[in-house]
């Protein structure tokens, strides 16, 4: 049963997050939190999705907070550091607010950006970690296969744990798999999952070793839980850059898979300034449970009236999307 827009609203905040650096395009990330029967959730699709996509993120809030959630098999989730497409100078900076992190996921392929600055910072973040660091790259797909394969064998190297959304498209995938196979290096899928209509594709593709799933975008934890087990590959656990109520969310999700191999993409909470509660990784990782915004950070952190309403009809047009695919 879907609940009604009324009873969305009647509990909704919007808040406006700052971060302490650009981080995929935004110096200030959004979200709308609202509180359903089980506690509070976070609707928060990135400001350019279309409503058609949006409204899954919706669907996923809706679920966390109207729905008891699937057991938790683990009380704490082991997070990864998240180094932006910082100068190199500034990863040590960045690597100090992941305390107790083992692991650290680095954005390459930045637009406006160079191989050689990525070298540079993968090879300052293995420098601060030392030689028992784990180090994941991230290129979001902006990479080509012939640049993909280059840029892999330019940072190889450096002992990457794995490369994540090298290219874009799942033939690109299956094509840079084939041709890095031999270095050890596996794949990781991101986008070809969680934007794809058909996010099986990316496996029966053959196009990656692992999957990197998130809540919000995968429609809810029951629902991403059931694409881990038709896909039949290792998953990781990511943020869409989630306030804490939305990586509390995630950590459910972490929590419930059958095995966790990796460290989870939640430690994200680091790169805010501010934020609706304390999520922060403590020793490498984050605590499975609900969370509360604190009454005071809501009001500090409220967006501005324009947001608040901009957030607000788009929630409208995003439950209308659900319930006319309810009918």
């Not at 998240?82 to 107790?100: K, Q, Y």
């Not at 392929?109 to 030689?131: K, Y």
């Not at 990511?238 to 929590?255: E, K, R, V, Y």
């Not at 967006?303 to 695919?325: I, V």
Request: with cysteine; proline share 6%; aromatic share 6%.
């Amino acid at each position: 049963m879907l609940p009604s827009l009324e009873d969305l609203l009647d509990s909704a905040r919007v808040v406006a997050l700052p971060m302490h650096t650009r981080f995929r395009g935004v110096d200030t990330r959004e979200a709308l939190l609202f509180e359903g029967p089980q506690g509070w959730a976070e609707f928060s699709p990135f400001v350019e999705y279309e409503d058609a996509e949006a409204a899954t993120w919706l669907a996923a809030a809706i679920d966390f907070a109207w729905h008891e959630q699937p057991a938790p098999l683990r009380e704490r989730i082991p997070v990864n550091a998240t180094v932006p497409g910082v100068d190199a100078e500034r990863v040590a900076e960045v690597l100090a607010r992941f305390p107790g992190c083992r692991t650290a996921k680095v954005k390459v392929a930045e637009p406006g950006q160079s191989l050689a600055d990525d070298i540079a910072r993968v090879r300052a973040v293995r420098e601060v970690m030392g030689p028992e660091g784990r180090i994941r790259i991230d290129a979001n797909g902006f990479w080509n296969v012939d640049e993909a394969e280059h840029a892999v064998h330019a940072l190889g190297e450096y002992d990457l744990e794995y490369v994540e959304q090298p290219c874009a498209t799942v033939p690109e995938l299956a094509d840079l798999r084939r041709r890095v196979k031999y270095m050890g290096i596996p794949v990781a899928a991101d986008e070809s999952v969680r934007k794809s209509a058909d996010p099986l594709a990316v496996a029966r593709a053959g196009a990656a070793d692992l999957l990197v799933i998130k809540a919000q975008p995968l429609g809810g934890v029951t629902h991403a839980l059931q694409i881990v087990t038709a896909a039949g590959l290792p998953a990781i656990v990511s943020s869409a850059l989630d306030t804490a109520i939305g990586l509390s969310q995630g950590a459910a999700l972490a929590a419930a898979l059958p095995t966790l191999d990796f460290d989870c993409g939640l430690g994200t909470a680091s790169l805010f300034l501010d934020d609706v509660a304390d999520l922060r990784p403590a020793d490498g990782s984050i605590p499975v449970g609900r969370v509360t915004p604190d009454a005071a950070a809501l009001t500090r952190l409220a967006a501005s009236d324009e947001r608040r309403e901009w957030w607000t009809a788009r929630l409208a047009r995003c439950h209308y999307e659900l319930a006319a695919a309810a009918h």
